[in-house]
């Protein structure tokens, strides 16, 4: 009896071990590898597979997932950098010059500091109502404002200069002189764009997301023995178990995000009146990019009937993505998507909100390309809620 209980825990534990360390390893070349992630070391990602190990370069990768699922929406402070990543955490203090936070759902990284200067606004409890979160989303993307602003939870509103906060009170610059007001009348805050300073590097690089919904960039990566080390930007080094983990993606190499770039035009067709942009990263009410209850960390977000150019040099061998209807429309939208390559349609389908789910595109071919167009035109219902997500969409260079 006491034998059958230690194999059965021996195997417990090794069906828990890989289950942790299951992935799905992307490659730009087409190919999908899944295996146990096994390493990550000197920009080398290591899987055990049915075959025995295989190591890929990380500049090779489109992205690595772990099957893990979010945690349901966290109660926790978030602070938003100004390259978009999303820190979810517990805000302790400011003072001079940086903002002091903790990871709770990760206590193995605790506490560490985030300069001002790399933060574009920051919620003190991130809200647990999806439009609230939507609304406060939106209003952090305002692009228009020449000092810090200060949103209160009765909703008013105040602009100034920051000058830090504690567990209680919450300080800033007026035209009245220092203002201090409690802490717990703050809901959140945005900072002075012209005071940000956040370069970004061209050297390789990894976008991470865990499991209590943070993504952040970091600049070196290591895996071992299930417990990953990660240097953000901001210089500050993070430990976490990799069952934290949901996803890694690394930037800088053979794949290029297409919302990185700039389109060359943009053309827009209105059904009536109302014009609508189109939104990097967000859908086109400013909002996360969401299909079928899935978040995508990048996108783009564009309404019928609209058209990005891209120009393309011959640079890249393939483009994929998927794409359907945001979620915001609650199973509405009827749109058309067209995807052209110097002028010629390689890819065109309906697609629907009531499907609830992205369309996976089949992987285009570039070679020798000068231009990819992507079109959303008018569906059955003419304009009405057609919010169309482009997700994940990626250019893979030439060798």
Same mark, same amino acid.
């Given at each position: 009896m006491?034998?059958?209980?230690?194999?059965?825990?021996?195997?417990?534990?090794?069906?828990?071990?890989?289950?942790?360390?299951?992935?799905?390893?992307?490659l730009a070349d087409g190919e999908v590898v899944q295996g146990k992630l096994i390493q990550i070391e000197q920009n080398q990602f290591t899987l055990q597979t049915d075959s025995g190990k295989r190591t890929f370069p990380a500049d090779e990768i489109i992205r690595v997932e772990s099957g893990k699922?979010?945690?349901?929406?966290?109660?926790?402070?978030?602070v938003i950098l100004a390259n978009d990543d999303r820190i979810f955490a517990e805000l302790l203090r400011s003072e001079e010059d940086v903002v002091f936070v903790r990871l709770n759902s990760c206590p193995e990284t605790?506490?560490?500091?985030?300069?001002?200067? /790399? +933060?574009?606004?920051?919620?003190?409890?991130? *809200?647990?109502?999806? =439009? @609230? $979160?939507?609304?406060?989303?939106?209003?952090?993307?305002?692009k228009d404002q020449k000092s810090d602003l200060f949103f209160l939870n009765n909703g008013d509103n105040l602009e100034g200069e920051l000058l830090g906060f504690d567990a209680s009170t919450f300080r800033f610059e007026s035209r009245g002189g220092e203002t201090s007001v409690p802490r717990k009348g703050i809901r959140f805050? /945005? +900072?002075?764009?012209?005071?940000?300073?956040? *370069?970004?590097?061209? =050297? @390789? $690089?990894?976008r991470i997301r865990l499991t209590n919904g943070s993504q952040l960039t970091v600049s070196s990566l290591i895996l071992d023995k299930n417990e990953i080390t990660a240097k953000t930007l901001f210089g500050a080094e993070l430990h976490f178990g990799l069952k934290r983990l949901v996803s890694i993606t690394p930037l800088g190499g053979q794949v290029v995000p297409l919302s990185d770039l700039k389109p060359v035009d943009y053309q827009f067709t209105p059904y009536f009146s109302q014009a609508w942009n189109w939104q990097q990263n967000r859908n086109v009410l400013s909002g996360p990019l969401r299909v079928g209850g899935k978040e995508?960390?990048?996108?783009?977000?564009?309404?019928?009937?609209?058209?990005?150019?891209?120009?393309?040099?011959?640079?890249?061998?393939?483009?994929?993505?998927?794409?359907?209807?945001?979620?915001?429309?609650?199973?509405?939208?009827?749109?058309?998507?067209?995807?052209?390559?110097?002028?010629?349609?390689?890819?065109?389908?309906?697609?629907?909100?009531?499907?609830?789910?992205?369309?996976?595109?089949?992987?285009?071919?570039?070679?020798?390309?000068?231009?990819?167009?992507?079109?959303?035109?008018?569906g059955k219902n003419a304009d009405i809620q057609d919010h169309v997500n482009w997700c994940r969409p990626v250019l893979i260079r030439q060798k």
């Open positions: 006491r034998f059958t209980v230690i194999i059965g825990l021996i195997f417990s534990f090794s069906a828990w071990n890989d289950f942790i360390n299951a992935a799905e390893l992307y699922l979010l945690h349901s929406q966290p109660r926790e402070g978030l605790g506490g560490f500091k985030i300069p001002l200067e /790399t +933060i574009q606004a920051a919620s003190f409890q991130w *809200p647990s109502n999806r =439009q @609230l $979160r939507t609304e406060l989303i939106q209003k952090i993307a305002r805050f /945005t +900072i002075n764009p012209e005071l940000i300073n956040f *370069p970004q590097p061209e =050297q @390789l $690089r990894y995508f960390v990048s996108g783009l977000g564009m309404h019928s009937a609209s058209e990005l150019h891209y120009q393309l040099d011959g640079k890249y061998a393939a483009f994929q993505t998927e794409v359907g209807i945001d979620d915001t429309t609650q199973g509405k939208g009827d749109a058309e998507i067209v995807i052209l390559v110097d002028q010629r349609i390689v890819f065109q389908q309906a697609i629907q909100g009531a499907s609830q789910q992205t369309v996976l595109v089949p992987r285009i071919d570039l070679s020798g390309a000068r231009e990819l167009i992507l079109k959303v035109n008018f």
